[in-house]
């Protein structure tokens, strides 16, 4: 069973930087490109970012381009985002994705190709 815990969320003015984990168990962590989504209240999932499990390439959503960066640690099995200039609209549950071995890197960007979601952290950005 794959189980993925995010931590890392918090409150935060704008221009700050935040930096999210996500602790990975139950798979063969370096078997499986990873991602993150994020959801603001009466809105849909919408993609963030995506890390291949082989080459480590990365992959982002325009609107958080040359801000957010995504990485991984195969031995610690944990992907991990950090989040800099922040704005008050990326205020929004974060959340955790695994996809699944077969995934190519033009549906990273659909939540329903996503195999496993964590919890969610929430990240509030103040004006």
């Known amino acids: 069973q794959v189980v993925l815990v995010e931590s890392g969320g918090g409150l935060v003015q704008a221009g700050g930087s935040l930096r999210l984990s996500c602790a990975a168990s139950g798979f063969r962590f370096g078997g499986l490109a990873m991602g993150w989504f994020r959801q603001a209240p009466g809105k849909e999932r919408e993609f963030v970012a995506a890390?291949?499990?082989?080459?480590?390439?990365?992959y982002y959503a325009d609107s958080v381009k040359g801000r957010f960066t995504i990485s991984r640690d195969n031995a610690k099995g944990t992907v991990y985002l950090q989040m800099n200039s922040l704005k008050p609209e990326d205020t929004a549950g974060y959340y955790c994705?695994?996809?699944?071995?077969?995934?190519?890197?033009?549906?990273?960007?659909?939540?329903?190709?996503?195999?496993?979601w964590g919890q969610g952290t929430q990240v509030t950005v103040s004006s």
């Open positions: 994705a695994a996809y699944p071995n077969t995934i190519i890197s033009a549906d990273y960007d659909d939540p329903n190709s996503v195999i496993a």
């Open positions: 890390i291949s499990w082989s080459t480590s390439r990365t």
